[in-house]
């Protein structure tokens, strides 16, 4: 049966319109699923966690920002029980919500398919290693969509704050104007403010797949941006990873997120799981 519908219902949270998409988010929400206030509106909604998930099967996964666990939960849903070596590595820096994470997959039935680590995202990419990362960095808070330059800058708009320097931008070759930013910011403590291009050279270090969850206002030069530096990086790395050759085939795809014929978001998705051989064409038709 489908969930009832709560449109009538009262609730005290100053977000009502994501209390009122519960269910999109975690369709076993009266199961118990645990979601703190920046989880509402941060949590991938669970049909597109799921497609993401579709399009990374086979592979292990290093999530990076795994806030409630709703994309954790559905990577661990496609391993079978072949790949029961295949693991999910869900990863955040706060403590409490990575406990919400576990607990939620526990009522997926996946909690021991997933490894969980509590801890700065950009240290763990430098010394852990998977199939493929993938990074669903903070957007801003919900009022992303309303910036007055009416599109969302991946390097101006994703500030992650990190005790862990990212991927040093002498290992890769310049190539303009895809050339990711240095960090911003250095705090007094020592912790740096990483940009969204240079997150995603740093996930080089961990995998040679990437899938980015990015907002639905992201034009397709930016998306070719994080690419770029994605792939610089990778090549450039020598032996510090299964090098890429200029000659491996690799796919790049940015992918439309429609949630009830509305757009939702975009996945970027680069590397050589996504790559598709060209058709044959056959000539004697």
């Keep these: 049966d489908a969930p009832p519908q709560e449109e009538e219902e009262e609730e005290e ?4 319109k994501y209390w009122l998409q519960r269910y999109r988010l975690f369709s076993a929400y009266d199961d118990g699923v645990r979601l703190d206030r920046e989880s509402w509106y941060s949590v991938t909604p669970e049909v597109v966690a799921a497609t993401i ?3 990374c099967r086979g592979l292990s996964v290093i999530d990076a920002f795994a806030g409630a666990g709703g994309n954790a939960i559905q990577f661990a849903l496609v391993i079978d029980a072949t790949e029961r070596d295949r693991r999910v590595v869900a990863v955040d820096i706060d403590g409490r919500r990575l406990a919400d994470a576990r607990h939620n997959a526990a009522l997926y039935g996946v909690a021991d398919r997933i490894d969980f680590v509590e801890g700065d995202a950009l240290e763990v990419l430098a010394r852990r290693r998977a199939d493929l990362v993938f990074l669903s960095p903070p957007w ?3 009022g992303y969509a309303s910036h007055p330059r009416g599109y969302f800058d991946v390097a101006a708009d994703i500030r992650v704050r990190t005790t862990t320097a990212p991927l040093d931008d002498g290992a890769a070759p310049r190539r303009e104007p895809f050339e990711p930013t240095e960090p911003i910011e250095t705090t007094p403590r020592g912790a740096r403010v990483v940009d969204g291009v240079a997150l995603a050279r740093s996930a080089a ?6 899938a980015y969850f990015l907002p639905k206002t992201t034009p397709a030069d930016q998306a070719r941006r994080v690419a770029e530096a994605f792939l610089d990086a990778r090549r450039a790395l020598g032996g510090a990873t299964r090098v890429m050759s200029d000659l491996e085939p690799c796919g790049v795809e940015l992918e439309a997120m429609f949630l009830n014929g509305r757009l939702k978001a975009k996945t970027l998705y680069v590397g050589p799981h996504f790559f598709r ?3 044959q064409v056959d000539s004697s038709k």
Excluded: I, S
């Design 13 to 16: 949270d100053p977000h009502r």
């Design 53 to 55: 998930a579709q399009r």
């Design 140 to 142: 801003g808070g919900p």
């Design 205 to 210: 270090r961990a995998a040679p797949n990437l």
């Design 277 to 279: 051989p060209p058709q």
